[in-house]
């Protein structure tokens, strides 16, 4: 196959950043941005190329526990004024906990006219990288006496690196492993003869 030409009709940037507080919380924040690489006329203006359509931010703190205390939503840009009344709705997420069965409530709480669509959509790009950022907040807690892949227990299962019968489990996870014999290890089946 040829190479084709292909002509650029949307961006969708989403940068998700995590910090380390004073006071001991993780912050995260996403921030969705979608331009146009042309004019767009808008019921309420246009927009030059390259300006912003939509740019959404969500923010939110939470503790070693993965509870969030602090849950706060932006509307920057977007096609209507309106946008932004919804964003007050996003502290609503104050006092779950992020873990299994967090987006779906999330999402339930914050569906259709009780949400925004873009800022909805930061809410698993936050809660992966809670995850990813949580062994910051463990680091710290243990004073990095803890090592990173026992840190990483928690994830096991949840990856093809990571399944419970693979490679990486046997080798660094044994006590999780739940096949004592790696797949490539294994006898193969006996053929009928």
Do not use: W
């Not at 996003?90 to 779950?96: F, I």
């Not at 910051?136 to 096991?156: K, S, T, Y």
């Amino acid at each position: 196959m040829g190479a084709m030409t292909r002509r650029k009709v949307h961006e969708r940037t989403i940068l998700c950043e995590a910090f380390i507080r004073d006071d001991g919380l993780l912050e995260v924040e996403a921030t969705l941005q979608d331009t146009k690489p042309y004019t767009v006329h808008l019921t309420e203006g246009h927009l030059e190329a390259g300006q912003p359509l939509h740019q959404m931010r969500l923010r939110i703190a939470v503790d070693a526990d993965f509870m969030v205390h602090e849950a706060q939503a932006q509307t920057i840009h977007s096609p209507y004024r309106v946008c932004g009344g919804i964003t007050p709705s996003y502290g609503a997420l104050v006092g779950m906990r992020i873990g299994p069965g967090f987006l779906q409530e999330a999402r339930k709480m914050l569906r259709g006219p009780l949400g925004c669509t873009h800022i909805t959509e930061l809410l698993p790009v936050v809660a992966t990288t809670v995850f990813q950022a949580s062994s910051a907040l463990h680091a710290e807690a243990d004073e990095g006496n803890q090592p990173a892949h026992v840190r990483r227990a928690n994830a096991l299962g949840r990856c093809h690196a990571l399944r419970l019968d693979g490679e990486v489990v046997h080798r660094d996870f044994p006590d999780h492993a739940t096949d004592t014999t790696l797949p490539n290890q294994r006898s193969p089946a006996p053929t009928e003869t």
